[in-house]
């Protein structure tokens, strides 16, 4: 991967913020051309860098108003078996964010339903009817202090090794 330099910082603080501003913006945001722009933001994409680009809805302007995390854990870690699960959380179009975790739980959940009825059967389908689970708890959240997926966009500091001290003999 080719390393990010300040101005590639700068436009993806930029792009982060609002992912529709035009090309040429941005170039004059950080004092390069539109087509520099381009050609910066297509090698961050190709590299893996940038993601995708997308609008953040509203939940519950889109009739999910309630947020729920769910925390697993796994009967067993048969790596077949932590696979279909994976692809199950995948495919549920309510669960908006699922990783696998050390400690006592192994997946964390967060979904968006329309409320504890559409939850309630959720659960007995991706919980339930896996012969995988052993347990589950869930959190309904209250209040949502704070949301986002930004990733903060600092500097990467290359780690120098250091040549080990050999005492004198």
């Known amino acids: 991967m080719t ?15 609002d992912s529709r501003m035009p ?12 087509a520099a722009v381009n050609r910066r933001l297509k090698r961050m994409r190709d590299e893996g860098v940038i993601q995708r680009y997308g609008a ?6 889109l009739g999910h108003p309630l947020t729920i995390v769910a925390e697993v854990e796994t009967e067993s870690e048969q ?14 179009p309510q669960v908006q964010q ?18 504890m009825a559409q939850y309630t059967a959720l659960t007995r389908q991706l919980f339930f009817q896996s012969n995988n689970v052993k347990r589950f708890r869930t959190l309904v959240t209250m209040d949502a202090v ?14 120098v090794p250091v040549a080990p001290v050999v005492p004198a003999a």
């Open 56 to 61: 953040v809805l509203s939940p519950a302007a």
């Open 3 to 17: 390393p990010l330099d300040a101005l590639d910082l700068r436009l993806l603080e930029l792009i982060q913020a």
């Open 79 to 92: 790596i077949d078996l932590l696979d279909a699960m994976k692809r199950s959380f995948k495919a549920c």
């Open 146 to 159: 704070k949301l986002g997926l930004d990733v903060p966009v600092v500097p990467v500091v290359p780690v």
């Open 23 to 34: 090309q040429s913006e941005l170039g004059e945001r950080v004092h390069l051309s539109t």
């Open 98 to 115: 699922c990783y696998y975790v050390t400690g006592e739980w192994d997946f964390i959940l967060v979904f968006v339903v329309r409320d």
